[in-house]
């Protein structure tokens, strides 16, 4: 690396703010020579704000920054790669059509034509250094998440980065990919780089980092050395307070079939099965946890069971009550309001909450009014009681807000999820569907989210909840349906497997559409 000081970066009294809302105030961060640091905060504490500024795409309005002891200015990404600063961010940036190696050169200063096999040499001698798996000829649409993500870091380190910088890294990677990827960032520390990682997962910050550094509100609380700390503090370094970090699963006997899926296929928008004859049932009384890696067909379930999302075969049978009159109906092929007149409650927390669920330029009670305005016999009669409604999910939520009139699409994303799932809550459903409802939440407002999960789970509710982080799936179901490749691998008791177990089911499904354990 050629440096002589202990730090490779610091940074002193930087502070950036953006109209009237200051994202960094004064922080003080140090990076040593040779470790992993993670930086740790809620949603909204300005970690991703910082390490932009590190990185080139923003610029303070005020402090310093030092690489291995010099002052420096950082203007740009290219700035930040020239002193050897490279940022893998959680969204990638790679151009489809090309391969693992093409993507990696591209934009290098140098010859117009690129001599492909001495490249595609060049980076399996990298990934082999650091124990990467990557076919450099692959096209990067045939590619993995974690393949992607390999490429992505491959890309900043041909460019010869010293210091990395990983935006939550493993939001989107299966247990065995994200013991993969530390194996790998243990190699490059050997190498004697310095990586920071930002990341909300309190048991992988144990796992991987040498210290860790806590931002506040855009304020900077403090480090701590990971072997003489524990979840517990950590928490309450971000948020200020001790919080519980147990996930209630409550013991409730399991209720009547409310949901039967049988069969259940349909196609994306390539013409390819996104699910292949999916079968289940979903209990009232139950949270039924759905794990699966990107893609593997979750958005497209939970989409065709609302009646958003065509099918080309298969049945979704619905069995509940409207008005304590009981209602059996098949529901596959209706559209959302159509499912609302046949007096079916059921509730759906889409992936995608501003484009699907809320209407971003319109206010609270004008989005929970939307929830019933065909429908006649709904809970809105008038303006008065969605208004009503608004505040008190505002109070039982603690959404920050200006207030009801404020457009939802100036919320923050973790108020924006509070404002869609208080509201299909509020219509009291007997089948609520949730997809990633705490992607983007602070750790106080998750386990609030985990609290109203749970509360409908004891009113004999039966909760699809589709979620990403394992840890918190195993804690929260009762079952677990784990699905591949638009198939069920299979259906299990959370307390009869591993977290490990789970993850093989993600990337095999031989032999385990059959597989079924009774919670």
Request: charged share 25%.
């Amino acid at each position: 690396m050629g440096a002589t000081t202990e730090y490779a970066v610091k940074m002193h009294g930087v502070t950036k703010t953006f109209g009237k809302v200051t994202a960094n105030k004064d922080v003080n961060l140090e990076l040593k020579n040779g470790e992993i640091l993670a930086l740790l905060g809620e949603n909204g504490s300005g970690k991703t704000t910082l390490m932009n500024m590190l990185s080139g795409i923003y610029f303070p309005d005020h402090g310093e920054i030092y690489v291995n002891g010099k002052a420096v200015t950082i203007r740009s990404p290219r700035d930040a790669f020239s002193l050897g600063i490279g940022m893998i961010h959680q969204h990638f940036k790679l151009v489809d059509v090309l391969t693992a190696a093409e993507n990696i050169v591209l934009g290098l200063e140098g010859k117009a034509v690129v001599n492909r096999k001495e490249v595609n040499k060049k980076v399996a001698e990298l990934a082999s250094r650091y124990g990467f798996e990557i076919e450099p000829a692959k096209k990067i649409y045939n590619m993995s998440v974690s393949e992607k993500q390999t490429v992505e870091i491959l890309k900043v380190l041909y460019r010869g980065a010293d210091i990395l910088i990983l935006d939550e890294p493993t939001a989107v990677l299966t247990p065995q990919e994200t013991d993969k990827l530390f194996a790998v960032l243990k190699n490059m520390k050997k190498d004697g780089k310095s990586i920071i990682i930002i990341t909300h997962k309190l048991q992988e910050v144990l796992a991987i980092s040498d210290r860790v550094a806590i931002l506040r509100k855009g304020e900077y609380i403090g480090a701590v050395n990971t072997e003489q700390t524990n979840q517990a503090q950590l928490t309450e370094m971000m948020v200020g307070r001790p919080i519980s970090l147990e996930i209630e699963r409550t013991a409730v006997k399991r209720g009547p079939e409310r949901l039967q899926v049988i069969d259940l296929t349909c196609l994306n928008g390539d013409g390819i099965k996104a699910l292949d004859n999916v079968s289940f049932t979903a209990y009232g009384g139950e949270i039924l946890g759905v794990a699966g890696i990107a893609g593997s067909g979750q958005k497209e379930l939970c989409e065709v069971i609302a009646g958003l999302y065509p099918s080309i075969g298969g049945s979704v049978l619905y069995n509940g009550s409207d008005e304590k009159e009981p209602v059996k109906e098949r529901i596959l092929g209706l559209k959302p309001d159509e499912i609302v007149k046949k007096g079916i409650s059921m509730a759906f927390v889409p992936e995608d909450r501003l484009g699907m669920g809320l209407v971003a330029n319109m206010d609270m009670t004008d989005n929970c009014l939307l929830r019933s305005y065909k429908n006649k016999k709904g809970i809105f009669v008038d303006r008065k009681t969605p208004k009503e409604l608004a505040q008190r999910l505002i109070g039982e939520l603690e959404i920050v807000t200006p207030g009801v009139e404020t457009p939802v699409g100036r919320l923050s994303g973790g108020n924006v999820q509070k404002v869609l799932l208080g509201r299909e809550i509020a219509c009291n459903p007997s089948v609520l569907i949730v997809a990633y409802p705490v992607r983007g939440l602070d750790i106080n407002s998750s386990y609030r989210i985990y609290d109203l999960l749970n509360e409908q789970k004891k009113k004999g509710v039966a909760v699809i909840f589709i979620g990403e982080d394992l840890d918190v799936l195993m804690q929260l179901s009762d079952r677990i349906m784990v699905m591949c490749g638009g198939k069920i691998s299979g259906i299990v008791n959370p307390c009869e497997v591993t977290k490990e177990d789970i993850g093989l089911m993600m990337i095999h499904t031989e032999d385990t559409s059959e597989k079924e354990v009774s919670a």
